[in-house]
């Protein structure tokens, strides 16, 4: 496609429920990250995927988080049992890789908010 | 650890005014790019303007231009001629350079700049 694109672009779940997060990239790029982005804060790295490969995973706060990109291109960033604290805008990025001087910028998606309740 | 850090929470300007947010970082690295982004209120971020640290010539795109003093750590964006439309949450970032470097962005806290009629 033309951009980034994510699913559902809002998400209301009763804590302790597992949601699931989809994001399609631009066709062609191999990186994809995810960033969570609390409400009036700037986003926070959580995972970055090489193709298929989840390469940093740093960033996930908990072992309630779980991201994958099994076939390279669409990702889906599952939360277990979430809580209130989950609730933010999670934003999903892609770009060209490996990093290239001509061409260094992550193109961003519209990001899902979820709401915990 | 690379920090990133932009002390205006709020800022205001008159429509076709000038206005410039600050940033300022902190980082060991000598080769790294620098980023603003723009965040309007439909949570996509979009690209302003980019500078390598390599290049000691500031970037400009149209009315958007930076002073990035690298000695200094410090990259502000001045907007010429404000618009409306540039009413939005502006993100500094920073990004490791080099060769298998993933893109990975570092955010600031961002600024919520108002462009007044």
């Known amino acids: 496609g033309a951009g980034v694109s994510q699913s559902p672009r809002y998400k209301v779940a009763k804590r302790g429920q597992d949601v699931a997060l989809r994001c399609d990239p631009i066709s062609g790029h191999v990186s994809l990250f995810w960033y969570q982005q609390a409400l009036g804060q700037g986003p926070e790295f959580l995972t970055y995927?090489?193709?298929?490969?989840?390469?940093?995973k740093s960033g996930l706060p908990s072992d309630r988080f779980f991201a994958e990109r099994p076939e390279g291109s669409v990702s889906t960033l599952k939360i277990q049992r979430t809580q209130q604290e989950d609730s933010a805008v999670y934003l999903c990025?892609?770009?060209?890789?490996?990093?290239?001087?001509?061409?260094?910028?992550?193109?961003f998606g519209q990001g899902t908010r979820l709401t915990v309740v | 650890a690379q920090t990133v850090t932009q002390s205006q929470p709020e800022m205001s300007v008159q429509e076709a005014e000038t206005v410039t947010l600050s940033c300022t970082y902190d980082t060991s690295e000598s080769n790294y790019y620098l980023f603003w982004y723009k965040q309007p209120p439909s949570r996509q971020m979009i690209l302003v303007i980019r500078q390598e640290a390599y290049k000691q010539q500031n970037a400009t795109e149209n009315r958007f231009s930076v002073n990035f003093q690298k000695a200094a750590k410090s990259f502000s964006l001045k907007i010429s001629d404000s618009q409306l439309g540039d009413t939005a949450m502006y993100f500094c970032a920073f990004s490791w350079g080099g060769s298998g470097n993933t893109g990975k962005l570092i955010f600031g806290q961002g600024t919520t700049l108002q462009v007044k009629p």
């Open positions: 990025a892609s770009s060209l890789a490996p990093v290239r001087p001509s061409k260094p910028e992550a193109f």
């Open positions: 995927f090489q193709n298929e490969a989840q390469l940093d």
